[in-house]
């Protein structure tokens, strides 16, 4: 049905009627928690809304086509391509003893290694039962089954990363896990795809081709195209069960919809009526909200819509005047479907309007087919709203259809399914197309003189996804389900515990939503799809043939049956009709969680996975989707269907725009994955079938972001960098230079290892883990950095921040092993010629230490980059001197836990270290500032006793880290009495009290580096300055993405940081120089 958005022409009635939405509750194709605005509904209830849409779609389309200059952010240059070209059989495990490649390659380290996870059935939950480690737990979920007719896009990529980081996570745990893959069949999508594709090839439609025929060209198509999405699901890693794919069409699937709608008939939740639609008259079919795309228009445009050869006029707003009956006078309404006219049957004002106190029980003369409409009075009618005076046309607007109920009045459908005029319009536009109707009735009200204006009206045009049509609410005879009462049970489940929502604030809007309910039309006049299994009865000699009587089975033969016992006629005497439409999508899919275990049979799946763990997906599905498998699941199998719902934002452009097809921005993750060409970005937006303004838009956006096209970044970069998004709160602007970005990690790890494994090579084989205690400082800091870590990790897995995760593995991977670690060992790497037996015992140390920190760190970054860190680890296998019982597959080793690392924990090294690196930075500021980055001078620290204690406990790293030949302590009450700093020494400050004075050859002049460090303030300053009065511009926070706002937050406590340094180093020259 229509969002309250889709405002078509202006309205008139109060706030009161969006209240009585909850009351009467329509039967809809599809629920909204507000009423959908009529095709007369005023818009002027929410122009600001409308407008400002309006404005920030223009404010992007200029951003995107104002600047002629490239985007420079996504800096790259074409990377050496390295292949796997050694022989392998599919399925077979990879040949890791080949030489290590000097660098990083997607698709030589992609290769191979998913087909043997698969083979080897390392994602089934029998595997279970091999693994040492296994729990007595289960952990099982579904993935949101994608249409059969797409291709996943990066929304999909983000649910898939997610899903598998958690499937894999707790797999290395132990549980025994299920993830379903499944694939839905997507009735309106896929009929209209097939449909389309006759027609090209063949020149036939489906009435050519008959419904047994045309539904085998559709599984025929279904067959060769739609593996593609599994394919995508294998090339992202994702660790799905395959042997128990699901696709909703399938004969086990199909029996659980028959079961589900015929229990659901029973129960009397289930029934068929009369009721207001979406309708396509393109497809000549209902379709649901999720299939209705609002176009926004400002005023007047012309847009094309099929089967018509002229650009139809909208967003103009008609006004008429109907002739009052047996007196002078007129009342004028307004509408922009001015068509709809030959279905008014009233006329509505409010009942204190003054204007129209006079005119309270008259009728107005119908111009054109010469009924008597009358005036009606209804006190949710807005008299300060235009005229004051409503039409209404209940068989063609949602909000006149509630109107009717309550006033009594009649439906005439004027508007029939194909989108032609019917014969209630009379000989002069019956057959007519519709919109060739509004004109033709707009030059008729002018010749008989009641035209009285037309003006640009801004509005919001409900469009079919699938075919591009405007879509018309109809009036027509549905299976609706009762949704209330199971509503109620929902929210209930959520308010006792039982459900638990995360993040927490989607609460609120699924209670508002599913206690403002309205009934689901499940009809939909398709071919492709579960046909109802219900059927129309005829009986033998029967009179009424105009009275609809209706039974449902499981087959024929049972509906039979059931209308033998139920009109008490023999069965031989029953003609039963099967209804011809089908199910909706929804209700399949809101079936998934159960019947992909094999519901309504007991099987062991069932009893041992069902309910699910957790339901993850995205945040625009609430409604469509998981409030249907709640209600539906707690309704058939008396459980919920799942303990945990986890929501994810949705995915959009750098600008904000959420990622569409009709604008040409969505990104495909294979292309991100192997790389693609601007060109052929550009073929696909040509592909696309978009708007020509929009097709505009779309290449000129590309070729600012993409100008040489989209480097290869693989898999795993483009999985992390997924995950490192805070997924649960606002939208995320995703940016391919984030992916880009965790590639040079990947490269990262890459090196690392090389560099490990020429340590290992060159040493005796790392100790245990059990066996390996830390020696020095620095090995005591990298262990006990690593425990706090895993603790983070594991604390950010139970709540579901997997941004927390991956932000904890880069920072501890790159910042602490490689940029701190790695340097500070080095030096006792190089020792290998010495005989000390001390200085042995540190190497060995340290080399045990360090394998077994990238071991860890390999296992912990598995769930994310299943790839590389399978690559890395089997590569570090040969080293290991733990007893792995099952060296199989990285994905299958326990999860690192701390427990088996509390021998490694020191929280003093840890909370010291901090003190440590500030003396680092700080040295290295001074040598830059006095030109000395080639040299290697004494440093002295005057300092306090405790902080003497910690730069002597970790003097070697300082001086390795900072470049420094010495570091001189100078702390008399402490015990540390080195000399004292020599004259014209380079000052810098640590946390106020630390005074660092770098020698410099020939002395430094005071003065010089005062004005150094003035002219660098004044400089940050003005950024500084620059950047707070940025954040600080009016709706800043609704502007900004969350992920931009923390990088200029960041940049503003650097900058504030360093001036507060600097102002500490110039006291400190001060001082000095009062001391001279």
């Known amino acids: 049905m229509w969002k309250s958005v889709h405002v078509v022409s202006p309205r008139i009635w109060t706030r009161d009627l969006h209240r009585a939405w909850s009351t009467w509750g329509y039967r809809l194709c599809c629920q909204r928690a507000q009423p959908p605005a009529s095709s007369n509904t005023q818009s002027s209830h929410h122009p600001r809304t409308q407008a400002e849409k309006a404005k920030r779609r223009r404010e992007r389309q200029k951003a995107i086509l104002s600047s002629d200059v490239n985007d420079v952010e996504l800096n790259w240059s074409e990377k050496e391509k390295i292949t796997y070209t050694a022989p392998l059989v599919h399925g077979e495990k990879k040949d890791t003893s080949l030489p290590f490649p000097q660098s990083y390659s997607p698709e030589y380290v992609e290769f191979g290694w998913y087909q043997w996870w698969e083979k080897q059935g390392f994602f089934s939950p029998e595997q279970h039962s091999k693994l040492p480690h296994a729990a007595d737990n289960y952990f099982s979920l579904c993935i949101p089954p994608p249409n059969v007719t797409g291709t996943l896009h990066l929304g999909h990529a983000l649910t898939v990363a997610i899903e598998d980081a958690l499937a894999r996570w707790r797999r290395m745990q132990g549980y025994k896990v299920l993830w379903v893959p499944g694939c839905d069949h997507a009735g309106i999508a896929t009929q209209s795809v097939v449909e389309r594709k006759l027609l090209r090839e063949q020149g036939k439609s489906r009435q050519d081709y008959g419904r047994e025929k045309f539904l085998?060209?559709?599984?025929?198509?279904?067959?060769?195209?739609?593996?593609?999405?599994?394919?995508?699901?294998?090339?992202?890693?994702?660790?799905?069960?395959?042997?128990?794919?699901?696709?909703?069409?399938?004969?086990?699937?199909?029996?659980?919809?028959?079961?589900?709608?015929?229990?659901?008939?029973?129960?009397?939740?289930?029934?068929?009526?009369?009721?207001?639609?979406?309708?396509?008259?393109?497809?000549?079919?209902?379709?649901?909200?999720?299939?209705?795309?609002?176009?926004?228009?400002s005023g007047r445009s012309l847009l094309s819509v099929p089967g018509y050869q002229?650009?139809?006029?909208?967003?103009?707003?008609?006004?008429?005047?109907?002739?009052?009956?047996?007196?002078?006078?007129?009342?004028?309404?307004?509408?922009?479907?001015?068509?709809?006219?030959?279905?008014?049957?009233?006329?509505?004002?409010?009942?204190?309007?003054?204007?129209?106190?006079?005119?309270?029980?008259?009728?107005?003369?119908?111009?054109?087919?010469?009924?008597?409409?009358?005036?009606?009075?209804?006190?949710?009618?807005?008299?300060?709203?235009?005229?004051?005076?409503?039409?209404?046309?209940?068989?063609?607007?949602?909000?006149?259809?509630?109107?009717?109920?309550?006033?009594?009045?009649?439906?005439?459908?004027?508007?029939?399914?194909?989108?032609?005029?019917?014969?209630?319009?009379?000989?002069?536009?019956?057959?007519?197309?519709r919109f060739d109707a509004r004109e033709r009735v707009i030059s008729a009200l002018m010749e008989r003189k009641l035209f009285r204006q037309k003006r640009d009206h801004p509005m919001s045009l409900p469009i079919c996804s699938r075919s591009g049509d405007v879509i018309e609410p109809l009036l027509k005879k549905q299976w609706f389900v009762h949704c209330q009462g199971m509503a109620k049970k929902a929210v209930q489940a959520v308010e006792d515990g039982d459900l638990q929502i995360i993040p927490h604030f989607y609460t609120k809007i699924w209670k508002n939503w599913l206690s403002n309910i309205s009934d689901w039309c499940i009809s939909r006049q398709l071919w492709w799809g579960h046909q109802i299994p219900a059927y129309r009865?005829?009986?033998?000699?029967?009179?009424?043939?105009?009275?609809?009587?209706?039974?449902?089975?499981?087959?024929?033969?049972?509906?039979?049956?059931?209308?033998?016992?139920?009109?008490?006629?023999?069965?031989?005497?029953?003609?039963?009709?099967?209804?011809?439409?089908?199910?909706?999508?929804?209700?399949?899919?809101?079936?998934?969680?159960?019947?992909?275990?094999?519901?309504?049979?007991?099987?062991?799946?069932?009893?041992?996975?069902?309910?699910?763990?957790?339901?993850?997906?995205?945040?625009?599905?609430?409604?469509?989707?998981?409030?249907?498998?709640?209600?539906?699941?707690?309704?058939?199998?008396?459980?919920?269907?799942?303990?945990?719902?986890?929501?994810?934002?949705?995915?959009?452009?750098?600008?904000?725009?959420?990622?569409?097809?009709?604008?040409?921005?969505?990104?495909?993750?294979?292309?991100?994955?192997?790389?693609?060409?601007?060109?052929?970005?550009?073929?696909?937006?040509?592909?696309?079938?978009?708007?020509?303004?929009?097709?505009?838009?779309?290449?000129?956006?590309?070729?600012?972001?993409?100008?040489?096209?989209?480097?290869?970044?693989?898999?795993?970069?483009?999985?992390?960098?997924?995950?490192?998004?805070?997924?649960?709160?606002?939208?995320?602007?995703?940016?391919?230079?984030?992916?880009?970005?965790?590639?040079?990690?990947?490269?990262?790890?890459?090196?690392?290892?090389?560099?490990?494994?020429?340590?290992?090579?060159?040493?005796?084989?790392?100790?245990?883990?059990?066996?390996?205690?830390?020696?020095?400082?620095?090995?005591?800091?990298?262990?006990?950095r690593l425990y706090s870590t895993v603790q983070q990790c594991e604390q950010s897995f139970e709540s579901y921040e997997l941004h927390t995760v991956t932000s904890a593995l880069q920072s501890f991977w790159v910042h602490s092993l490689c940029d701190i670690y790695l340097e500070s060992i080095k030096p006792v790497l190089k020792n290998s010629g010495s005989n000390s037996e001390e200085r042995e015992r540190e190497r060995q140390t340290a080399t045990s230490v360090l394998y077994h920190s990238v071991s860890i760190s390999l296992s912990l970054l598995s769930p994310f980059m299943p790839f590389l860190t399978e690559e890395l680890w089997q590569r570090l296998l040969p080293y290991s001197t733990d007893s792995i019982k099952n060296p199989t597959s990285l994905c299958v080793q326990p999860y690192p836990n701390t427990s088996q690392l509390e021998h490694w924990y020191f929280p003093k090294e840890e909370a010291d270290f901090t003190l440590v690196q500030e003396v680092v930075r700080v040295a290295r500021v001074l040598r830059a500032q006095c030109q000395m980055t080639k040299k290697r001078p004494d440093l002295w620290a005057v300092?306090?006793?405790?902080?003497?204690?910690?730069?002597?406990?970790?003097?070697?790293?300082?001086?390795?880290?900072?470049?420094?030949?010495?570091?001189?302590?100078?702390?008399?009450?402490?015990?540390?009495?080195?000399?004292?700093?020599?004259?014209?020494?380079?000052?810098?400050?640590?946390?106020?009290?630390?005074?660092?004075?770098?020698?410099?050859?020939?002395?430094?002049?005071?003065?010089?580096?005062?004005?150094?460090?003035?002219?660098?303030?004044?400089?940050?300053?003005?950024?500084?300055?620059?950047?707070?009065?940025?954040?600080?511009?009016?709706?800043?926070?609704?502007?900004?993405?969350?992920?931009?706002?923390?990088?200029?937050?960041?940049?503003?406590?650097?900058?504030?940081?360093?001036?507060?340094n600097i102002e500490d180093q110039l006291l400190a020259l001060e001082d000095m120089t009062k001391q001279d």
Not at 257 to 265: G, H, M
Not at 708 to 720: S, V, Y
Not at 992 to 1011: D, E, F, W, Y
Request: hydrophobic share 35%; with cysteine; proline share 5%.
């Open 216 to 297: 085998e060209e559709v599984w025929k198509w279904k067959n060769e195209k739609g593996d593609e999405i599994y394919h995508q699901l294998r090339k992202l890693g994702a660790s799905l069960d395959w042997s128990r794919a699901c696709f909703t069409m399938d004969p086990g699937f199909s029996s659980a919809v028959t079961e589900a709608f015929v229990r659901l008939c029973d129960s009397g939740l289930i029934y068929r009526s009369e009721g207001m639609v979406n309708w396509s008259c393109a497809l000549e079919s209902a379709i649901s909200d999720i299939e209705v795309d609002s176009k926004q228009l």
């Open 537 to 784: 009865v005829t009986l033998l000699n029967s009179i009424d043939i105009e009275e609809e009587q209706w039974v449902w089975g499981r087959t024929a033969a049972e509906a039979r049956e059931r209308a033998a016992v139920k009109f008490g006629v023999n069965p031989d005497d029953i003609t039963l009709t099967q209804d011809p439409d089908v199910l909706d999508t929804w209700f399949s899919s809101g079936l998934f969680p159960f019947a992909m275990l094999g519901w309504p049979q007991q099987t062991e799946d069932l009893k041992h996975f069902y309910p699910n763990s957790i339901l993850e997906t995205g945040s625009d599905l609430i409604f469509f989707w998981v409030a249907r498998m709640v209600m539906l699941g707690r309704e058939l199998t008396g459980q919920l269907p799942f303990k945990q719902v986890l929501f994810h934002s949705l995915v959009r452009d750098k600008y904000g725009r959420k990622m569409s097809k009709s604008l040409g921005n969505v990104i495909d993750p294979l292309d991100v994955i192997s790389g693609v060409s601007l060109e052929r970005l550009q073929e696909k937006v040509r592909e696309g079938n978009l708007d020509p303004g929009e097709m505009v838009v779309a290449k000129e956006a590309q070729k600012k972001d993409f100008p040489k096209g989209i480097p290869e970044c693989g898999t795993d970069a483009l999985r992390f960098a997924l995950c490192s998004y805070k997924a649960q709160g606002e939208d995320i602007s995703l940016s391919v230079s984030q992916v880009l970005s965790c590639r040079h990690f990947c490269n990262k790890m890459w090196q690392t290892v090389r560099f490990t494994l020429a340590v290992l090579q060159d040493n005796s084989l790392p100790t245990s883990l059990a066996e390996t205690y830390p020696l020095s400082s620095m090995d005591r800091w990298i262990c006990s």
């Open 943 to 1060: 300092c306090a006793p405790d902080q003497a204690q910690t730069l002597h406990h970790f003097r070697s790293a300082i001086c390795t880290l900072g470049r420094i030949s010495n570091l001189h302590l100078h702390c008399p009450e402490g015990g540390f009495t080195d000399s004292t700093p020599p004259k014209g020494s380079a000052v810098g400050v640590v946390d106020h009290t630390v005074h660092l004075h770098l020698s410099v050859q020939n002395g430094i002049n005071a003065n010089k580096q005062r004005t150094l460090l003035s002219q660098r303030r004044e400089m940050l300053a003005s950024k500084l300055k620059q950047a707070i009065s940025r954040s600080q511009m009016p709706n800043y926070i609704e502007k900004v993405p969350d992920h931009v706002r923390q990088v200029t937050e960041k940049k503003i406590a650097a900058m504030e940081q360093e001036l507060k």
């Open 310 to 433: 002229q650009k139809v006029e909208f967003g103009t707003m008609v006004t008429f005047a109907y002739p009052l009956e047996l007196q002078e006078g007129e009342v004028a309404v307004s509408t922009t479907r001015p068509e709809t006219m030959l279905g008014d049957v009233a006329i509505a004002v409010h009942p204190d309007d003054p204007r129209y106190k006079a005119l309270h029980g008259k009728q107005c003369r119908h111009p054109f087919t010469d009924r008597l409409l009358p005036i009606v009075t209804d006190s949710m009618v807005d008299m300060e709203f235009g005229t004051g005076a409503v039409k209404l046309t209940p068989a063609h607007d949602y909000t006149d259809f509630l109107l009717s109920q309550r006033h009594s009045l009649p439906h005439l459908t004027v508007i029939g399914g194909d989108g032609t005029m019917t014969s209630l319009c009379g000989q002069w536009l019956e057959g007519m197309k």
